[in-house]
T-cell receptor, first 112, second 113 residues
Framework: SQKIEQNSEALNIQEGKTATLTCNYT??????LQWYRQDPGRGPVFLLL?????KEKRKERLKVTFDTTLKQSLFHITASQPADSATYLC???????????FGKGTKLSVKP | NAGVTQTPKFQVLKTGQSMTLQCAQD?????MYWYRQDPGMGLRLIYY???????DKGEVPNGYNVSRLNKREFSLRLESAAPSQTSVYFC????????????FGNGTRLTVT
């Protein structure tokens, strides 16, 4: 069956460290993958999109990698801050111009 | 520039009642979507409209209907609400249907008793 899994429900790290969140998928062949941030009581906010022919994408303190062989995307936040505390969602397309499928999210807490 | 606006923010219904959730976007996007978010389930697509004049079923369409009223507005209707439809509903839009970031509203929290 098709699955998209984010490594853990919750991740706690110390301020200043790098947070690494994992998104694994099975039985999909996505052409692209997206990452979103969601704060409590709010809708998800788009962060980054990476295509299958791109190994890495960066935006300020954020970095995303996409390994289609391992069927995995890694999302890094460097020099993390308490304001980075939120739930982070990965999403991928079903393939063949299909719909966007979301993972359940990882709740990141950055402690001062 | 409000982005995606959803109304209402909160709603309580009794089983069997009907209601329409409203969504409007001001970004001139072609595609619009309705998702529901439940604890432990993640976001699931109910219906989408790839372009004005078209609508299609997503992963969990049963019990819902949609109308793409014009390019800006996309409504979701519950004809006979059931407790299983208790959820947070998000509307989203994107410039194109495929390979395009989604812009979400802040949701409607619906409780069906």
């Amino acid at each position: 069956s098709q699955k998209i899994e984010q490594n853990s429900e919750a991740l706690n790290i110390q301020e200043g460290k790098t947070a690494t969140l994992t998104c694994n998928y099975t039985n999909y062949s996505p052409a692209y993958l997206q990452w979103y941030r969601q704060d409590p009581g709010r809708g998800p906010v788009f962060l980054l999109l990476i295509r299958e022919n791109e190994k890495e994408k960066r935006k300020e303190r954020l970095k995303v990698t996409f390994d289609t062989t391992l069927k995995q995307s890694l999302f890094h936040i460097t020099a993390s801050q308490p304001a980075d505390s939120a739930t982070y969602l990965c999403a991928l397309d079903e393939g063949s111009q299909g719909n966007l499928i979301f993972g359940k999210g990882t709740k990141l807490s950055v402690k001062p | 520039n409000a982005g995606v606006t959803q109304t209402p923010k909160f709603q309580v219904l009794k089983t069997g009642q009907s209601m329409t959730l409203q969504c409007a976007q001001d970004m001139n996007h072609n595609s619009m979507y309705w998702y529901r978010q439940d604890p432990g389930m993640g976001l699931r697509l109910i219906y989408y409209s790839a372009s004005e004049g078209t609508t299609d079923k997503g992963e969990v369409p049963n019990g819902y209907n949609v109308s793409r009223l014009n390019k800006r507005e996309f409504s979701l209707r519950l004809e006979s609400a059931a407790p299983s439809q208790t959820s947070v509903y998000f509307c989203a839009s994107s410039d194109t249907y495929y390979n395009s970031p989604l812009h979400f509203g802040n949701g409607t929290r619906l409780t069906v008793t």
